[in-house]
């Protein structure tokens, strides 16, 4: 079974851009959940999608944004990129069933803002 | 708020045993997990307590007691391999629906 991926990989942005990410998860997953995280900080909670519906969102601008689709693929959105923005941009995803206890993570998309 | 406290580093010797503790304060509390991640890589599931008590998966044991809002990994017979970030998760249900809250990582090294 194929795992998590994310796309793209690797990402530059200038200050004041915006950008998409996107992630596919394992198939058959229907939770996503997306983590901000950079050095020292551990991964920080951004959002979590079930059924293209968000459960939960943490202490983020509202300049971070994601959904989901029907076929559970998801997508997060930074506008206005700020110079803080830079990090790995970590994307999971769970069986609801487990009540996504056990999440399976993506390689990441590392995000640098210049 | 909701915080977890774990060591910022551990450094033990291969083939000894090493216990990374974590100390949580959250509402809503669902259950405590553990990930694995090395450098450049995506982190790993290594266990889940949701009831007070020791579980145990091959080398790793992971143990929760809620009534102290306290947990902790158990690494046995460390090999270099284990070099690598540890983070417990804590898993939460409120008003606003589940979330999982990350500590900031314990840095295992492990030295010959």
């Known amino acids: 079974k194929a795992g998590v991926t994310q796309t793209p990989r690797y990402l530059i942005k200038t200050r004041g851009q915006q950008v998409t990410l996107s992630c596919s998860p394992i198939?058959?997953?229907?939770?996503v959940s997306w983590y901000q995280q950079t050095p020292g900080q551990g991964l920080q909670f951004l959002f979590e999608y079930f059924s293209e519906t968000q459960r939960n969102k943490g202490n983020f601008p509202g300049r971070f944004s994601g959904r989901q689709f029907s076929n559970s693929r998801s997508e997060m959105n930074v506008s206005t990129l700020e110079l803080g923005d830079s990090a790995l941009y970590l994307c999971?995803?769970?069986?609801?069933?487990?009540?996504?206890?056990?999440?399976?993570f993506g390689p990441g998309t590392r995000l640098t803002v210049t | 708020g909701q915080s977890l406290e774990q060591p910022s580093e551990v450094t033990a010797v291969e083939g000894a045993i090493v216990q990374i503790n974590c100390t949580y304060q959250t509402s809503g509390f669902y259950g405590l997990s553990w990930y694995q991640q090395h450098d450049g890589g995506a982190p790993t599931f290594l266990s889940y307590?949701?009831?007070?008590g020791l579980e145990e998966t091959g080398r790793f044991s992971s143990f929760l007691s809620r009534s102290d809002s306290y947990g902790y990994l158990l690494l046995q017979e460390l090999q270099m391999k284990d070099s690598a970030s540890y983070f417990c998760?804590?898993?939460?249900?409120?008003?606003?629906?589940?979330?999982?809250?990350f500590g900031a990582g314990t840095r295992l090294f492990v030295k010959a």
């Open positions: 307590n949701a009831l007070d």
């Open positions: 999971a995803s769970s069986l609801p069933e487990q009540g996504a206890v056990e999440q399976y």
């Open positions: 998760a804590v898993r939460t249900s409120n008003t606003g629906g589940f979330k999982t809250i």
């Open positions: 198939s058959g997953h229907r939770s």
